[in-house]
């Protein structure tokens, strides 16, 4: 699986986008882009996910770079419950094990 | 959405004894379980993929004999680990795959095992 490369904190003012960048630049053409994320003494939880194409949920819209080597999270408007650590991890479809990287801690600041 | 469930959620053990720890998928069956842990402030760290059916596959440097992995069932694999030692202390996190062409996996809410 590919590595990804994360800022390792970052803080984000209260109501505000916050936007989480993660380079992966050896993805392959199969590789899927996820984002989790760990709110502090929990398991992570699921976010996001894409191949090439944009794309937004309730939670979350992630942004990925026409050449896919890189892509940012946006939580839209941020709120205190939003500071945890993120993950990016690129894996390839089916049952692949993730190997989680270092991530970034996002504090959100009243 | 999917959800997985870890019980207990806290345990204290004596060194020596052994712990067992249960992951299960509620809503929907999972072939393919993982079992991390992770050390405060360090980021997870997989120890080994449960298959329903066989054998664990065990990440270098994991002892097989000591962190047991039986996945007996398609909504429940137990870690058990055995003889318990102080620098076992740690949190333990399952996870369970759910199927599709594209991957989810998604995570149990961790137990946190202290080893006195």
């Known amino acids: 699986d590919a590595k990804t490369t994360q800022p390792p904190s970052m803080d984000c003012a209260e109501g505000r986008a916050a936007n989480l960048p993660c380079n992966h630049s050896?993805?392959?053409?199969?590789?899927?882009v996820y984002w989790y994320r760990q709110i502090h003494s929990q398991g992570p939880q699921y976010i996001i996910h894409g191949l090439k194409n944009n794309e937004t949920n309730e939670m979350a819209s992630l942004i990925i770079t026409e050449d896919r080597k890189s892509s940012t999270l946006i939580l839209p408007h941020a709120t205190l419950r939003d500071t945890a650590v993120y993950y990016c991890?690129?894996?390839?479809?089916?049952?692949?094990?993730?190997?989680f990287g270092t991530g970034t801690k996002l504090q959100v600041i009243p | 959405g999917a959800v997985v469930s870890q019980h207990p959620s806290r345990v204290i053990c004596k060194s020596g004894t052994s712990v067992k720890i249960e992951c299960r998928s509620l809503?929907?069956?999972?072939?393919?379980m993982f079992w991390y842990r992770q050390f405060p402030k360090k980021s997870l760290m997989l120890m080994a993929t449960s298959n329903e059916g066989s054998k664990a596959t065990y990440e270098q440097g994991v002892e097989k004999d000591k962190f047991l992995i039986n996945h007996a069932s398609l909504t429940l694999s137990t870690l058990t680990v055995t003889s318990a030692h102080p620098e076992d202390s740690s949190f333990y996190i399952c996870s369970a795959a759910v199927g599709g062409s594209s991957y989810e996996q998604y995570f149990g809410p961790g137990t946190r095992l202290t080893v006195t």
């Open positions: 809503d929907f069956q999972a072939t393919t």
């Open positions: 050896t993805i392959s053409g199969n590789e899927y």
């Open positions: 991890i690129v894996i390839s479809g089916g049952y692949q094990k993730v190997t």
